[in-house]
């Protein structure tokens, strides 16, 4: 399929990595610059699309940088969210085989329903901030993105696992710390699965961040992965849910938002 010939064709661009970091650190230093500038100048919240030419090496030709910029209010909801096996069906739990397949053989799934809870939250909490935290290579960064778009899931910047590095072990909990560092004023719904372990570092955070995490959702993905209840010991059971159906997780979050008052009012 499209996305996984694109995924193999990063994946055989790998021996360039080296290059492409260098060249990769070049423009995050330029698009910084680039986004200073444009909050010195525009308001604090909204979607923008910047370009910006940045400068090739000797005889290589100007890279030109695109992105589009979603500027965060201090305060509202956010939503942290893992992909495989949360969002795309990638089947982590049955073993490499099954990921090798799923990755590039076959074409990307969605798990059935996600798409609108996620759009659910968009829609009803104004100003929601979406961020996707994974273990996934930087290699799958573009199929992601594209893939994520035509799903229908809201643009989020993707925090992707380095390919080596001594901080690959503790990746996906120190991209979430660093996520709700940034933004201190905003509430968080943390979104997993079982497959892996995110129950165990999802609960971590919950009690290391007290009041900022507003609900740990976790995914059910097999009969044979369920979560140990123990795991949220301590933690109020209303704070977390474990699911296989997210439209119950839906129904509920509606309720208890219309409960709180935070749905918006119809015009």
Request: charged share 30%; hydrophobic share 40%.
């Amino acid at each position: 399929g499209t996305a996984a010939a694109a995924v193999a064709m990063g994946w055989r661009c790998a021996a360039g990595a080296d290059r492409r970091e260098e060249a990769a650190l070049q423009a995050e230093d330029e698009m910084e610059a680039l986004m200073a500038g444009y909050l010195s100048s525009h308001g604090p919240d909204g979607d923008d699309e910047e370009e910006e030419a940045l400068p090739g090496g000797q005889g290589q030709d100007r890279l030109v940088a695109k992105a589009l910029v979603r500027l965060v209010e201090d305060s509202g909801l956010g939503v942290i969210s893992d992909i495989d096996d949360t969002v795309k069906v990638t089947e982590v739990f049955l073993g490499k085989d099954a990921v090798v397949r799923n990755t590039f053989f076959e074409e990307f799934r969605a798990v059935q329903g996600m798409a609108d809870l996620f759009s659910t939250w968009a829609e009803n909490a104004p100003g929601t901030s979406f961020h996707f935290v994974s273990n996934s290579p930087p290699e799958l960064l573009e199929p992601l993105r594209a893939w994520l778009r035509e799903e229908g899931f809201p643009d989020a910047p993707l925090h992707l696992r380095p390919l080596k590095g001594k901080d690959r072990a503790t990746h996906k909990p120190r991209s979430i710390e660093q996520i709700l560092e940034r933004f201190p004023g905003r509430r968080f719904v943390l979104v997993g699965d079982s497959g892996e372990g995110d129950a165990e570092i999802y609960a971590s955070i919950y009690r290391r961040y007290p009041g900022r995490v507003e609900k740990v959702l976790i995914r059910e993905v097999d009969a044979s992965r369920r979560v140990d209840p123990s795991v949220f010991e301590g933690i109020p059971e209303s704070a977390w849910q474990v699911f296989t159906d997210p439209a119950a997780v839906k129904r509920a979050w509606l309720a208890a938002a219309a409960a709180a008052g935070r749905l918006p009012k119809p015009p």
